[in-house]
């Protein structure tokens, strides 16, 4: 009898142990716990971005002509004193300035077939869309940090909207992104900046 009890207990014991081990397919092995060793390679994708954003810093051997560097210039009225958007800066005096990017890089222009196009604006105290219709603005360009052709700009032309008055507007087709500098010419003043041009 005594024998019974023992042989029913040992197989119960052993039928709860089988209950609750884990099937087969849940039971891991030390591999699956261990650290990859083959990590992926950092996409393609990772290193465009990292190459664009470099390439979106100015070198220092550039130049950039920025907000901190600049003189606290305020456009006489009827203008806005400061320029009315956010990261632009007014460059320049009462005779000629521009507006430009607080960080002195232009990024994501257009790339059509004469280059990298941008417009840019010019202001003047001398000047008067009604009176003047077609400014007798000039603009030139020229890349400091490598050779590059001509930059092509258009016969300027006017601008008004109520937060930027009476403008002149030409455009500029850059063949090379780089630095460049800029210089506009109306009326006997002449002003130069210098800006990165980024992808």
């Given at each position: ?40 390679e950092p996409s393609s994708l990772t290193k465009t971005v ?150």
């Amino acid at each position: 009898m005594h024998r019974l009890y023992f042989t029913l207990s040992i197989l119960i014991l052993v039928s709860l142990l089988a209950g609750c081990a884990p099937g087969s397919s849940q039971i891991k092995s030390l591999e699956d716990y261990r650290m990859p060793t083959d990590l992926p390679e950092p996409s393609s994708l990772t290193k465009t971005v990292q190459t664009e954003t470099a390439a979106s810093i100015p070198p220092t051997d550039c130049p950039v002509t920025t907000a901190k560097d600049s003189t606290s210039f305020e456009a006489p009225a009827p203008y806005s004193p400061s320029a009315p958007w956010q990261g632009i800066f007014w460059f320049g005096s009462e005779h000629l300035w521009t507006a430009l990017p607080a960080d002195g890089v232009w990024s994501g222009l257009p790339n059509n077939p004469g280059g990298y196009t941008q417009k840019i604006m010019w202001w003047s105290d001398l000047y008067s869309l009604k009176d003047e219709l077609e400014p007798d603005l000039v603009m030139t360009g020229e890349r400091l940090d490598a050779k590059a052709p001509q930059v092509k700009v258009s016969k300027a032309t006017n601008a008004f909207a109520e937060d930027i008055g009476d403008a002149m507007l030409g455009g500029a087709d850059f063949p090379t992104l780089g630095c460049w500098k800029i210089t506009g010419q109306y009326k006997k003043t002449e002003l130069s900046f210098v800006v990165w041009l980024a992808p």
